[in-house]
Nanobody, 121 residues
Framework: QVQLVESGGGLVQAGGSLRLSCTASGSIFSINVMGWYRQAPGKQRELVANIASGGATNYLDSVKGRFTISRDNAKNTVYLQMNSLKAEDTAVYYC???????????????WGQGTQVTVSS
């Protein structure tokens, strides 16, 4: 079984920082893209940032220059450093990873359980 476990959410004042972590565990052969999505109340889930196994990154325009995604391939972990947080960043943040499990010939899309980030203005 493969699972993603997130940590690091919480309540922070506007202008503050938070760091999210997500670790993939289980019978894993390889991990391709890892990323973070978010969903605010009444809105669709949106991609915040993702990172390929080789390090190429992609960001939502509204977080560019404030958020940084990184990963530690040896630990199967992806991080999201969030600085200069704004009230509009308030959402549930979900980790996502494209993983090929052991003894499988294709990859699958996995999701974490979500972690709440609340930014007070």
């Amino acid at each position: 079984q493969v699972q993603l476990v997130e940590s690091g959410g919480g309540l922070v004042q506007a202008g503050g920082s938070l760091r999210l972590s997500c670790t993939a565990s289980g019978s894993i052969f390889s991990i391709n893209v890892m990323g973070w999505y978010r969903q605010a109340p009444g809105k669709q889930r949106e991609l915040v940032a993702n990172i390929a196994s080789g390090g190429a990154t992609n960001y939502l325009d509204s977080v560019k220059g404030r958020f940084t995604i990184s990963r530690d391939n040896a630990k199967n972990t992806v991080y999201l450093q969030m600085n200069s947080l704004k009230a509009e960043d308030t959402a549930v943040y979900y980790c996502n990873a494209d993983i090929t499990p052991q003894f499988r010939i294709r990859d699958y899309d996995y999701w974490g359980q979500g972690t709440q980030v609340t930014v007070s203005s």
